[in-house]
């Protein structure tokens, strides 16, 4: 795995992570533990719910230990990604996003027959509740499961031809939310009437239920003055008054009505603004999707984190590089061992964190020296013309992004705490992605 050092070594030696080669991204246990506990807290204090993105990390271990903090679920991006959180046996799964593909489709329709998954899409097209209706009209005519009980009042299945459709096959409707968007933004409807006409579309077809409202605000904004928030709390208001719009609509047969919006950088706004709106207890939930908290970073996370704005206890970065130098060809240039392959690059360059000497275990400080580009495999430092920095030193590289980290490593390794003057590698994390 790294010098001759496999997983299992890891696992039972805990090596020095200086005994580990370079290019390496490690995991800070201790980090991933204050932050996991840091949100849990915050949401209790906040009164909302959290599904945490699942794309951040793709690993199970983390995913299960966000659901035993007391993650409502998992949000998934893809339907890759939904697949896997099947197979994971997560009980609640949010598709953040539309579901137009047949194969994925005839896949939720086995699941909602054969388990107890909860299984959450949205919807911001017409056309796509047309190809969900037709997909989960013809798996369910053709499993021949029959599963509404008789009796069942005409309302429970929306009427006689949605009994008779229900009756053939599908255990459970496919939970459908309407996406809102805004003018400039990612997805979603673009007005309220046309978000109004979608919840209309999923409440007459008998395979799907309407069973709520979502949204990102993460795209309409990218920083957290007064003016970046004053557009997020307006879109979340238009959020809210279609989730009003429709709240009588929602069908008898979902657990809980959602409500859902909430990135890794204005979840505080959602929270102001949906709050009073989560309700377990009456069937009404509003749930966060934040991902990134889980391991934060050393860039546009720790720049615009809502707990930076206010002040309260803040995440840690668990994510860091380590890279070699090896090559000073002139003063003030040293080049490292890692690259757009290995570190991230799309929300800003690695920072320099510090350098272990060459044979040595611990940090020291690096001052004057700046990552100012990369390559595939090599990253160039700029340094002052009186660095003693040398080949063979290794630096420690703080990271921005960790969407772009994970999906870059099929193992990370995990070590107690990079804080330590010795930290002890522990154990490797698993990466799943399509």
């Not at 031809?161 to 968007?181: D, F, K, Q, S, Y």
């Not at 009456?282 to 391991?295: D, H, N, T």
């Not at 009186?386 to 390794?413: I, N, Y």
Request: hydrophobic residues 40%.
């Amino acid at each position: 795995m790294s010098g001759g050092i496999t997983p299992d070594d890891v696992r039972t030696r805990r090596p020095a992570l200086s005994d580990l080669t370079t290019p390496l991204v490690t995991v800070d246990e201790s980090a991933i533990n204050h932050n996991i506990e840091t949100m849990r807290a915050w949401c209790e204090r906040a009164g909302v719910g959290l599904a945490p993105h699942g794309k951040t990390t793709m690993n199970r271990v983390l995913w299960q230990r966000q659901l035993d903090a007391g993650a409502w679920g998992i949000t998934v991006a893809t339907p890759w990604q939904l697949s896997v959180a099947l197979g994971w046996n997560i009980p609640r799964i949010m598709l953040a996003n539309a579901l137009v593909q047949p194969a994925y489709l005839r896949l939720v329709s086995a699941a909602l027959r054969d388990t107890d998954t909860r299984i959450v899409v949205w919807a911001d097209s017409l056309r796509a509740v047309e190809i969900m209706d037709a997909v989960l009209r013809e798996e369910t005519e053709t499993s021949g499961t029959g599963t509404v009980a008789s009796g069942t009042p005409e309302s429970a299945t929306h009427g006689t031809e949605a009994g008779r459709i229900a009756a053939a096959g599908t255990a459970r409707p496919l939970e459908v939310l309407v996406e809102l968007g805004q003018h400039g933004g990612r997805t979603g409807a673009r007005t309220h009437e046309d978000a109004i006409a979608i919840a209309a579309a999923i409440g007459a077809s008998p395979v799907l239920a309407l069973a709520g409202v979502a949204g990102y605000e993460g795209a309409l904004a990218h920083h957290g003055d007064a003016d970046s928030l004053a557009i997020i709390r307006g879109y979340l208001n238009r959020l809210a008054a279609l989730d009003d719009a429709l709240r009588d609509t929602y069908d008898s047969r979902i657990e809980s009505a959602i409500v859902t919006a909430g990135g890794s950088a204005y979840f505080d706004v959602v929270a102001e603004v949906l709050s009073p709106r989560h309700a377990p207890t009456k069937g009404r939930e509003v749930l966060m999707r934040s991902g990134a908290y889980i391991s934060h970073d050393d860039g546009f996370y720790r720049g615009i984190t809502p707990l930076g704005r206010s002040g309260a206890e803040n995440f840690r970065s668990a994510i860091h590089g380590w890279s070699t130098v090896v090559s000073r060809p002139e003063p003030g240039i040293a080049l490292l061992d890692s690259g757009k392959r290995d570190l991230p690059f799309d929300e800003g360059l690695p920072e320099v964190q510090g350098v272990r000497r060459f044979g040595q275990e611990t940090l020291d400080e690096l001052p004057g020296a700046s990552v100012t580009a990369m390559n595939d495999q090599h990253t160039f430092l700029a340094l002052p013309e009186d660095s003693t920095l040398q080949v063979g030193d290794v630096v420690r590289l703080g990271l921005s992004h960790p969407c772009t980290t994970f999906d870059k490593w099929r193992a990370l390794v995990v070590i107690d705490d990079v804080r330590a003057e010795r930290p002890l590698a522990t154990g490797v994390l698993y990466t799943e992605f399509g």
